[in-house]
Each structure stands twice: as C-alpha cells, then as structure tokens.
C-alpha cells in the first residue's frame, strides 16, 4: 500500500461493461471471456474501487422473465453488501438491440420511441433500486448516416418530449435521482445529436426540468471532437451542471480508444484533474469518478485489474503532482491576480457612473501591452512537476 493506492473516499468507480470488455471489435472477436457482474463486485472491491455503474442490460439480460430479474438483482445486491460497494450511477442499453438501428428517442418509427421510453423507464426502476442517484443518457444511436431522414431539429425536439417524460416519471415516483447527458460527436452513427458537451449544456436550458438535469462529459468524446475537454467540463462546473464524469485517455483523430485514464495526453489529463480536485483554491467536484475507459485488447483478466488499477493510481498521482504544482510559489506568483483596487469595481454591474468612470481611466495601451505574462516560465514549471523533477 502506497499513497496512490485508492480509498473508498477516492470515489472511483467502474461500469460493468468497463472492465467487463471482452475486447471485441469491428475487426476481431472477443479475446477475453465475460465477466459475471458478482464476481466484478469482488474485484473491483479488492482492486480499491467504490462504486460499481451498470446499463440495465449489463445486469438483466434483454427480454429476461421478471423472475429471473429478481433474482439476479438479489445476487447482485448481496455482492455489494457483501463487497461494500455502491452503484453511483445507472443507465439504459438503447443502442445494442437492432430495433435501435435509427436511434432511440430520435427514432422516426414511434414504436421505437415508445420501446425506448418503456426500456428507460423500467431501467430508472432499476437502477434506483440498487441505489443509483445520477442516471446517464448516452445517446449512441441517436443520429444518421443518411441526414435527409429526418429533420435536425426533430431529433432535438423529439429528445426534449423523451427527457421531459422521464423527469415527470421521476417526480411522480419521488426518487431522490438526476439526469447526465453525455455527448458524443460520432460513432456508432456518422454524427451523433448533441455532439458536444456545450450542445447538451444549452439544450438542458430548453427542458421542463432543468434543475434535474446536468452532464456527464467525456475525455474521448470532446477529444474526438478536436475540443479542450478541461475547458468543456470547467463551463459545465461554473453552471453548476457537472453531475457525472466519465475519465479515460483518446487521441484526437482517432476512432473511441477509450484507453486507461491518463495514458495519452498528460498535460490535459493534469489540468483536468487540478479542475476536478480545485488546487488552484477553487470549489473541487465532488461527484463520482468513473473511468469509462477498457484494457486494451492485448490484455488477459489480469491485464484488466492492472487497467483497473492504473487508471486510480495515475489520477490519484496527477491530484499529488496538481497540488505542488499550486503549492509552487513560482506558480503562484505568475497566475496571481493582478489586483487593481481603482479598476476592478468597475468591470462588473453596469451603472452609468461606472460607464463613464472607465472612460475616464487613464490607460496606456502600448505600456499595458509590453508588460512579459511569463507564461513560458509557468508553462516549463508545469512540465518540470509533471515530469517529477519538482
Ligand atoms: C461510449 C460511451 C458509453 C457510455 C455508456 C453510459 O462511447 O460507448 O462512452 O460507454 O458512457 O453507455 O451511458
Ligand atoms: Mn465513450
Ligand atoms: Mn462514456
């Protein structure tokens, strides 16, 4: 046991189909067996985990008898007890099964949107049966390859009607439960609706409930789309909307690697970590941290705990590194506010009095604009503690 081995206050989690992946892909089949999700509660635990997340059909297998449901959500939950874990966060299954070949909620057939809602409905029973409190939409088959089948702005509209649904679902039925959004730009579809964290965050804006509703944004996902993911996930903390994170590593440019957290691109992996954790002496998120992320596919059972494992243990020594990167009185002399007790009252709440007090500052631009930021400095001493010279 070292310092970077995780606790149960870590609040790291995994989902069932995480180190569950069998490593099929479109290319190759399965090169590892299935796990049952009994014995990924044990080993999860034993690996350090927290909590354990699930789509509905990772538990109860598509189409199963009631009674067979009961009975392996009663085996499940006396291996959390048993185990101490918890299930954070739920979701729904609505892109494996071919009748999800046009979408779910976006569907044009409306038996496929009410088999949508049904699978959704009857998966939030679930998960706030095992305890859930953040429920994912994930919408992988929402979107097109033939764009002249529909509208865009149907496929919006037609969300707004499924999410509005559920949320009244929710209410009625008094669960203690809030909804993430996480947005994808493409794959499995050629584009996907709401490709971005930032669509998702204005579309919250337009539901009937959106107090219920936040996001869950995606290291691959934004990467994928060429985007900064840090920056992504700070705007939805400033609007109070991070409610889930899903942590992994991606290159831009390539297909969903979902690889271990922190593998790839460590400059953003440390600056998303210092966002999450608050070192720079900001408000820290405190939501689960669930590594949606697969061992590659090289790997046997034993490669999947060591995924597993990596990916706490490089998170928890990019939190040590985050917190002597801030602690670094160079750092914190360059990105110090530069205070200016005449100016700063007037930047913010517009008066007429503080309109015509800013036109009247005395101003030299070219003296302003000469003044060195010294970011090369901070830029290198960020790489020096990333690098474990510091
Ligand atoms: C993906 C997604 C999924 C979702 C999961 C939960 O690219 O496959 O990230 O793993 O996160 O379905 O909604
Ligand atoms: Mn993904
Ligand atoms: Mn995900």
Redesign the pocket.
Known sequence: MDTFDPTLADRFSF?L?TVGNTGRDPFGEAVRAPLSPTYTVRKLAECGAWGVNL?DNDLVPFGAPASERDRIVREFKSALAEHGLCVPMA?TNLFSHPIFKDGAFSANDPKVRAFALRKSMDAIDLGVELGARTY?F?G?REGTEADACRDPRTAVARTRDALDFLCEYVRERRYDLRFAL?A?PN?PRGDIYFPTTGHMLHFISTLAHPEMVGVNP?V??ETMAGLSFTHGVAQAMEAGKLFHI?LNAQRIGRY?Q?FRFGSEDVRQAFLLVRLLEGTMGTEPYRGPLHF?AHAYRSEDEAGVWDFARGCMRTYKILKARAQAFDADPLVREIIADVKDAAVDPLLAGYTREKASSLRALAIDPSAVAKRGLRYEQLDQRMMEHLLGVR
Request: hydrophobic share 25%.
């Open positions: 989902g189909w789509h979701t994912v994930w992988g996480e994808k794959e995606e691959a996902h899903d969903d979902d949606d």
